[in-house]
């Protein structure tokens, strides 16, 4: 059964500093991995997609890293901004289970101005 | 183009009631995937349509049901109302919904009294 960790679960930086989120899973298995932000009371917009097959993908000042062997995924995001503010999830798609993401809790970010 | 879009955004019902909610995906997505999110167990995977036909079911009672149209929106449906439904429901489109992004609405907050 995949299991999906974000850790920690909430951070806070000073604008223009760097953001680092991790993400972590049990089974290698998967298809893809995906980032999505959620901000209060809203759904989720997805941020990137990165397939297994793919090592990383950017976007803008977003960059997503994802290591199968260890079973980690890094998102960065550059020059935070107060409007980087959100929570930021991750979810797997493993190939025993279709079309079902299997999410972490996610990482509450606040950028300070 | 427009996005996914959930009807109603809020809904109030009592318990034993039964509730029926609607998702409307993106033009073209032929897939329809149902997520439960609550703040104790976080984002839960409910069901997966696509092309009329449930391919995928999560661990939820049968009072949990669901389907698609032929025009790729889906519905689903609670009944026999209990406390802990309450929740904000999300629904999400894909092309396909293993290998490629899922799309996500605003989703429905219901509060169950």
């Known amino acids: 059964k995949q299991e999906v960790t974000q850790i920690p679960a909430a951070l806070s930086v000073p604008e223009g500093e760097n953001l680092v989120l991790n993400c972590s899973f049990t089974d290698s298995a998967i298809y893809n991995l995906q980032w999505f932000r959620q901000d209060p009371g809203k759904g989720l917009t997805s941020l990137l997609l990165i397939q297994s097959s793919q090592r990383e993908q950017t976007s803008g000042r977003l960059n997503a890293s994802l290591d199968k062997s260890s079973g980690r995924s890094t998102l960065y995001i550059a020059a935070s901004q107060p409007g980087d503010s959100a929570t930021y999830l991750c979810a797997a798609m493993t190939t025993d289970s279709w079309g079902k993401l299997q999410f972490g809790a996610g990482t509450q970010v606040v950028v300070t101005p | 183009k427009a996005g996914v879009t959930q009807t109603p955004r809020y809904l109030i019902k009592t318990r034993g009631q039964q509730v029926t909610l609607s998702c409307s995906p993106i033009?073209?997505?032929?897939?329809v995937s149902w997520y439960q999110q609550t703040p104790g167990q976080g984002l839960q995977f409910l069901f997966e349509y696509f092309s009329e036909t449930q391919r995928n079911k999560g661990n939820f009672p049968g009072r949990f049901s669901g389907r698609q149209f032929s025009n790729s929106r889906s519905e689903m449906n609670v009944s026999t109302l209990e406390l802990g439904d309450s929740a904000l429901y999300l629904c999400a489109s894909s092309f396909e919904s293993n290998t490629d992004t899922q799309y996500f609405g605003p989703g429905t907050r219901l509060t169950v009294l």
């Open positions: 033009s073209g997505h032929r897939s």
